[in-house]
């Protein structure tokens, strides 16, 4: 069973430009989120979708959006780009919220902000 | 606000001893609780998780603890290896699915 695959796995913006990173979850997983990851600060949930409508969203800024397609795909936006988005972003799927509610984990997309 | 806290950002232990990560949380409502590993340029990887209605479980050398009146959590390995330096983060469940995770620890085994 494939992973999840994130792409791409890096990339380089400036200041006031947009960016779009892309999920794959693992086939059969329908619950996708996203994770903003910087040194010292651990993982913060962004949003979560399940079956292209989104489930839950942590408190980032309106920048900060996502959609997910009819395939369980998911892709994450980022407008106005600042120097602090400089980050790892992290998607994540899961089958359904019952058993361990285990994640699995894509590799992520890191992001430079310059 | 942080709702779980990892307070210690490094911990080394020498191999084939006991490694000990500890976690806070703040949400009684949390009610699973997992740790993942991360090696650098990978995802975190499942580790073990816990409900909140158990206070161990077990997967070979990995232990966790939950203590609930406590809101605390503990990950043991026994014995620790080398292959398990990596950082740690542990996380809980809160409603949905959303997950809020600790800041990590840093575990170095020695050989």
């Known amino acids: 069973k494939a992973g999840v695959t994130q792409t791409p796995r890096y990339l380089i913006k400036t200041r006031g430009q947009q960016v779009t990173l892309s999920c794959s979850p693992i086939?059969?997983?329908?619950?996708v989120s996203w994770y903003q990851q910087t040194p010292g600060q651990g993982l913060q949930f962004l949003f979560e979708?399940?079956?292209?409508?989104?489930?839950n969203k942590g408190n980032f800024p309106g920048r900060f959006s996502g959609r997910q397609f009819s395939n369980s795909r998911s892709e994450m936006n980022v407008s106005t780009l600042e120097l602090g988005d400089s980050a790892l972003y992290l998607c994540?799927?899961?089958?359904?919220?019952?058993?361990?509610?285990?994640?699995?984990f894509g590799e992520g997309s890191r992001l430079t902000v310059l | 606000d942080q709702q779980v806290k990892q307070n210690s950002p490094s911990l080394s232990v020498q191999e084939g001893r006991i490694s000990i990560l500890n976690c806070d949380y703040t949400?009684?409502?949390?009610?699973?609780f997992l740790w993942y590993k991360k090696y650098p340029a990978e995802g975190p990887t499942f580790l073990i998780s816990?409900?909140?209605?158990?206070d161990k479980n077990e997967d070979g050398r990995f232990t966790v603890f939950l203590n609930k009146s406590a809101k605390h959590l503990s990950l043991h390995i026994v014995p620790s290896q080398p292959g398990d330096s990596a950082v740690y983060f542990c996380?809980?469940?809160?409603?949905?699915?959303?997950?809020?995770f600790g800041t990590g620890t840093s575990l170095t085994v020695i050989p």
């Open positions: 994540a799927s899961s089958d359904d919220r019952g058993h361990t509610g285990e994640l699995f």
């Open positions: 086939s059969g997983h329908r619950s």
């Open positions: 979708y399940f079956s292209e409508t989104q489930r």
């Open positions: 949400n009684s409502m949390f009610d699973y």
């Open positions: 816990i409900s909140s209605i158990k």
């Open positions: 996380a809980s469940r809160g409603t949905g699915n959303q997950f809020y």
